[in-house]
């Protein structure tokens, strides 16, 4: 069986003077999900885009279950589906017939897409508007029609570039409990995101991309672990933070910290236990990469 669906080595891809990927390694598992993130401009649509042919890059081997992007590119095509970040959906056509043109165009008879476009339009929560044009849609509506449109035909690989970009906090929640359903079918997603709790709700491994590298690859507990540990963080009647220190988080630990500190500080004094959020993994990552460049 084969570890990896995408296998990526010594990728490059320059746009003219501007070195946009300059030497990127990846590998991500079967049957898992990545997490691409980096500040704008970084080359995450273009990684995605290299990685499902749309773009061709200048140097490096990428392997797509296990086929190569630059000699065996159809192969690559058959086994991946693609959602931009425009919806690709034909607002003149009703969701249905949006379905059923697909299906049709990916080689399905007319019987065939009938139920499988039925399939669809209820799994994708869509089949009371299954009349209604598409163009009447909202956001959320949208992205889930697109999301069924990239799925007509199941494919191991799924590429979602800001999948969830512009949609209210339920229905990108309801989207992610779509991707993650995807997943446990064993199918393998790599998306981009601006949101740094999706990376960490939905992500097996999340890749860092800045300047042109990867500075850093790991799953969402060990990126916090590498930014700093749990801490004791006290604050005063003003809820200002007068102390932060290192805890384990154990009962134990906890208590004899606080009965040190219960001697010193004002009963009033809060305390709460704090743990790196994806944010703040984000912004030492990012900017220790700017500090190493300056
Ligand atoms: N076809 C192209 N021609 C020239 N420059 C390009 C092209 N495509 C992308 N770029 C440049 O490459 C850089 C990376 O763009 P890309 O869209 O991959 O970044 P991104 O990380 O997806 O950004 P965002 O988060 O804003 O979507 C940008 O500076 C962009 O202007």
């Not at 669809?120 to 508007?129: E, I, T």
């Not at 956001?139 to 949609?167: N, Q």
């Not at 993650?180 to 491994?205: F, M």
């Not at 219960?262 to 990012?286: K, S």
Request: aromatic share 4%; glycine share 8%; proline share 3%.
């Amino acid at each position: 069986m084969r570890k990896y669906a995408v296998e990526i080595q010594g990728l490059y891809k320059r746009f003219g003077s501007q070195q946009v990927l300059d030497g990127i390694d990846l590998k991500v598992p079967e049957g898992s999900v990545l997490a691409l993130l980096g500040p704008n401009g970084a080359g995450k649509t273009t990684l995605v885009n290299i990685m499902s042919t749309l773009v061709t890059p200048d140097a490096g081997t990428l392997l797509i279950n296990g086929y190569d992007v630059s000699r065996e590119r159809q192969k690559v095509q058959q086994s991946i589906s693609l959602t931009g970040q425009f919806a690709a959906v034909d607002e003149v056509l009703t969701a249905e017939e949006n379905l059923r043109m697909i299906c049709r165009l990916s080689g399905l008879t007319g019987a065939e897409a009938r139920i499988r476009s039925t399939e669809l339009l209820a799994y994708f929560d869509l089949a009371s508007a299954r009349s209604k044009r598409a163009g009447t849609f909202s956001g959320g509506m949208k992205r889930r029609l697109d999301l069924a449109i990239s799925l007509v035909v199941p494919k191991p690989v799924l590429f979602l570039d800001e999948p969830t970009t512009g949609l209210d906090t339920r229905s990108r929640r309801a989207l992610w409990d779509m991707i993650l359903q995807l997943k446990s079918q064993g199918i393998t997603i790599v998306l981009t995101t601006q949101y740094l709790e999706e990376a960490d709700q939905l992500a097996d491994r999340i890749a860092v991309l800045d300047g042109g590298h990867i500075v850093a690859e790991g799953s969402p507990e060990e990126l916090k672990s590498r930014v700093g540990g749990e801490v004791l963080e006290l604050r005063n009647a003003e809820d200002e933070v007068i102390h932060r220190i290192p805890t384990s988080g154990s009962i134990g630990d906890v208590a004899n910290t606080l009965q040190e500190l219960m001697r010193q500080l004002p009963t009033e004094t809060r305390v709460g236990i704090h743990r790196p959020n994806m944010d703040e993994v984000f912004i030492a990552l990012t900017e220790k990469k700017m500090e190493e460049i300056v």
